[in-house]
């Protein structure tokens, strides 16, 4: 059998790739930072993942050929490797492929992020990476049921890989598409499931919550995250020349999948690195620019904008985040952290409100 290398071995790469390709086709070569994921899949030589189909729970073991720490895999001495699936998050992705200087085979990046593409290019001055648009929630972990019995579990749900048609195939449940029809996809997942998805882990943050599905139980919470929802399907509509059904059942699906209790998505997955996610152009910033540029003020991404802002949490790698806000004044804020032009739209909304909108977040959590 042919081996497929997957660099990284959280959410997507160990819960999700496992389920769209055919059992007993291709195996398996995991590489990671992370020396217990690693030690136990060399133990262990398999894992358990589990699939939301119908309302239940699949189990599906997958079997390890072998595992590496990116400190020590060695391309050159992996022989017959079909395909490489990156998936390390948009901040990693350099370090990651920098051990596959040798590589002669395609690279998929499953990054929230399209340049990250360009990134790899350049750097291993080598054309064959394409990037891919997994349309799923991939928790990257289980319930603590099943963890005490499989410590590196993961839930995911049924979902489909998109991926430029440019790629060499491989079999499975995969859908390369055009640059058009990857665009498109795009659009949708960035703004009708990132923007809305990141909000409703912020608020869920504030809540004190530990899963994403225990956030949307909260009606306040649920209103924001819809009125966001709402907001970017406006604002698309008005913007991009995208069918308007395929708009409204992608948004539907979201918040369907966001209440979802079975994927136990935890809160600390979906709102890790909040700087990135206030990128200018990302799903916050750049979300709430788009609705001001169609006539509109967004005033339920603006809640979730402040939400991130207002995010903490220790372990995360954006913890200096709370530092700062304590430091800087709200326009200080919006300004050198942000990035936002002083004088602008959304510097003048945001400073206006930021302090009455973080004091409505404050009455939610105390209710």
């Known amino acids: 059998m042919q081996n497929i290398v997957l660099i990284g071995a959280g959410a997507i790469n160990r ?76 901040r990693n992705c350099l370090h990651a492929a920098s051990v596959l200087k040798e590589t002669n085979v395609d690279i998929i990046l499953l990054e929230n992020d399209p340049e990250t593409v360009n990134i790899v290019k350049n750097s291993l001055n080598y054309n064959k990476v394409y990037f891919g648009i997994p349309d799923v929630i991939t928790s990257n ?39 058009e029809e990857l665009e498109k996809q795009w659009t949708a997942k960035l703004y009708l499931h990132n923007t809305p998805h990141c909000i409703a882990a912020y608020l869920g943050s504030l809540m004190g919550v530990k899963y994403l599905h225990d956030a ?57 690195e909040p700087l990135r996610k206030l990128e ?39 913890n200096h985040l709370e530092f700062m806000r304590k430091a800087f004044s709200s326009r200080m804020l919006m300004t050198y952290i942000l990035g936002l032009r002083k004088g602008e739209a959304l510097e003048i909304i945001l400073e206006e409100r930021f302090e009455s909108i973080a004091k409505n977040l404050e009455k939610i959590i105390n209710e």
Not at 30 to 46: E, G, H
Not at 53 to 76: D, T
Not at 281 to 307: E, H, K, M, W, Y
């Open 280 to 318: 200018l152009d990302g799903r916050l910033i750049g979300a709430a620019q788009i609705c001001l540029s169609v006539g509109f003020t967004p005033d339920n991404i603006l809640t979730g904008i402040v939400s991130a802002l207002l995010f903490v949490n220790k372990n995360d790698p954006d």
């Open 216 to 272: 949307m139980n909260y009606p306040k919470i649920y209103k924001i995250v819809e009125g966001a929802m709402n907001e970017m399907l406006m604002a698309l509509k008005s913007r991009w020349d995208i069918a308007h059904p395929f708009l409204e059942w992608y948004s539907e699906k979201e918040l369907r999948r966001f209440s979802n209790e079975l994927l136990c998505d935890p809160i600390s997955r979906v709102a890790r």
């Open 15 to 90: 819960g999700f790739i496992p389920w769209i390709l055919p059992d007993n086709k291709y195996e398996f070569i995991y590489v990671d930072v992370d020396p217990f994921i690693i030690s136990t899949l060399k133990q262990n030589k398999q894992f358990t993942t589990y699939c939301s189909k119908n309302g239940k729970l699949e189990k599906k073991i997958v079997p390890v050929k072998e595992a590496y720490l990116l400190e020590e895999f060695n391309f050159k001495n992996i022989k017959n490797v079909l395909v490489i699936f990156i998936s390390v998050g948009p």
């Open 141 to 179: 972990t289980s319930s603590e049921e099943v963890l005490k019995l499989n410590p590196l579990a993961i839930n995911t749900e049924d979902g489909v890989l998109f991926v430029d048609n440019g790629a060499d195939k491989i079999f499975g449940n995969i859908n390369y598409c055009s640059k």
